[in-house]
């Protein structure tokens, strides 16, 4: 009925998929952290420049994980390491 | 949509050892450093104590900036470092911003990546060994309780993966997404009937002005950024690495 491939390459696609529910996190923790920059900033309106330029490292520090998924689905998609050993 | 997610192409082979390939990365590589060497050149002709070129103040600028990140982020005995940091970042946005002219980038290539990934993990080591020697650093495992030590374990190893899966990530997802766009508005143009063909170059006219906005973002901002934060962790990690306060400062007047 199924292939083997066909199997492997559905069941793929659905891990894909899967492994990109967590794009939640670093939505989340990076709203919450600009949301924390502009209250610093509403606090105290010089230190503008330092707040902003040390939440872009923090926001590209948070999107780590996001990335580790993107990572994974895109290998899941693109060079599938199962077809191989089929 | 073949040819989207694909790894670099193969340039050439070198026939000695059984065929060594000679990537895409490999060749760009070359021309960033062939660049970076002119560049260099240029900057640093015809010095003069106090600067009346254009050229001097930027190299000066440069040299300034680095200077001082290293300097507060690692601290004052770890001035000598300023050099290695300048070659990463250097080299890092390069390798990122070089995909504005078409060509692929250098760090959307794993290898690239982990490559300095180890060797800022072969200096962690290192410094690690050299300020507590092997035993200190074999104990620093099992500090502070002896349960934590497959945790600290992979902690360590975690460190260089994640620098390197974070910087490749960001800018082989950006390559994706670009060439996924692209194709989309190729698409695009085919439905609107604006898709013309000269020779064997086709022409889209969809695909003019919306891939150059994007490309702000996933090619500039993403490169740079991911370039200072590869610099910025590798001193904090080094500069953690061996903790001992300096010996050559003058002590705190009491």
Same mark, same amino acid.
């Given at each position: 009925?199924?292939?083997?491939? !066909?199997?492997?390459?559905?069941?793929?696609?659905?891990?894909? +998929?899967? *492994? @990109?529910?967590?794009?939640? &996190?670093?939505?989340?923790?990076?709203?919450?952290?600009?949301?924390?920059?502009?209250?610093?900033?509403?606090?105290?309106?010089? !230190?503008?420049?330092?707040?902003?330029?040390?939440?872009?490292? +923090?926001? *590209? @520090?948070?999107?780590?994980? &996001?990335?580790?998924?993107?990572?994974?689905?895109?290998?899941?998609?693109?060079?599938?390491?199962?077809?191989?050993?089929? | 949509?073949?040819?989207?997610?694909?790894?670099?192409?193969?340039?050439?082979?070198?026939?000695?050892?059984?065929?060594?390939?000679?990537?895409?990365?490999?060749?760009?590589?070359?021309?960033?450093?062939?660049?970076?060497?002119?560049?260099?050149?240029?900057?640093?002709?015809?010095?003069?104590?106090?600067?009346?070129?254009?050229?001097?103040?930027?190299?000066?600028?440069?040299?300034?900036?680095?200077?001082?990140?290293?300097?507060?982020?690692?601290?004052?005995?770890?001035?000598?470092?300023?050099?290695?940091?300048?070659?990463?970042?250097?080299?890092?946005?390069?390798?990122?911003?070089?995909?504005?002219?078409?060509?692929?980038?250098?760090?959307?290539?794993?290898?690239?990546?982990?490559?300095?990934?180890?060797?800022?993990?072969?200096?962690?080591?290192?410094?690690?060994?050299?300020?507590?020697?092997?035993?200190?650093?074999?104990?620093?495992?099992?500090?502070?309780?002896?349960?934590?030590?497959?945790?600290?374990?992979?902690?360590?190893?975690?460190?260089?993966?994640?620098?390197?899966?974070?910087?490749?990530?960001?800018?082989?997802?950006?390559?994706?997404?670009?060439?996924?766009?692209?194709?989309?508005?190729?698409?695009?143009?085919?439905?609107?009937?604006?898709?013309?063909?000269?020779?064997?170059?086709?022409?889209?006219?969809?695909?003019?002005?919306?891939?150059?906005?994007?490309?702000?973002?996933?090619?500039?901002?993403?490169?740079?950024?991911?370039?200072?934060?590869?610099?910025?962790?590798?001193?904090?990690?080094?500069?953690?690495?061996?903790?001992?306060?300096?010996?050559?400062?003058?002590?705190?007047?009491?």
């Amino acid at each position: 009925m199924l292939t083997e491939k !066909a199997f492997v390459l559905g069941c793929s696609a659905i891990g894909a +998929g899967l *492994a @990109m529910i967590a794009g939640i &996190g670093p939505g989340i923790g990076e709203g919450y952290a600009v949301g924390k920059t502009i209250e610093s900033i509403a606090r105290q309106p010089e !230190a503008k420049g330092d707040c902003t330029r040390t939440m872009f490292i +923090g926001v *590209a @520090m948070a999107e780590s994980t &996001g990335i580790y998924a993107f990572v994974v689905a895109l290998i899941l998609m693109f060079a599938n390491p199962f077809i191989g050993k089929l | 949509m073949d040819g989207i997610g694909q790894g670099p192409r193969v340039a050439f082979t070198l026939p000695i050892f059984g065929g060594i390939e000679i990537t895409e990365t490999i060749v760009i590589g070359w021309l960033i450093i062939a660049a970076v060497f002119l560049i260099c050149r240029y900057l640093t002709s015809s010095l003069e104590k106090v600067p009346t070129k254009k050229r001097q103040i930027i190299a000066e600028m440069f040299v300034g900036f680095v200077n001082n990140m290293v300097e507060t982020t690692m601290g004052k005995k770890w001035k000598h470092y300023a050099p290695y940091i300048a070659t990463i970042l250097v080299y890092a946005v390069l390798g990122a911003l070089v995909s504005l002219l078409g060509l692929r980038s250098m760090t959307a290539d794993f290898n690239v990546t982990l490559t300095w990934a180890l060797m800022t993990f072969v200096l962690i080591t290192y410094y690690k060994i050299r300020s507590g020697g092997v035993l200190g650093y074999c104990k620093g495992f099992t500090s502070p309780f002896a349960v934590m030590l497959p945790l600290n374990l992979l902690s360590e190893i975690a460190t260089p993966l994640s620098m390197a899966f974070r910087m490749f990530g960001n800018i082989s997802g950006g390559a994706v997404i670009t060439s996924l766009l692209y194709s989309a508005l190729a698409a695009l143009s085919k439905l609107c009937h604006v898709a013309f063909e000269f020779g064997g170059i086709g022409v889209n006219l969809m695909q003019l002005f919306i891939p150059a906005v994007l490309s702000i973002y996933f090619d500039l901002f993403s490169g740079c950024i991911q370039a200072y934060i590869f610099a910025t962790l590798t001193m904090v990690y080094v500069s953690g690495a061996d903790d001992s306060p300096d010996e050559t400062e003058a002590p705190a007047a009491s």
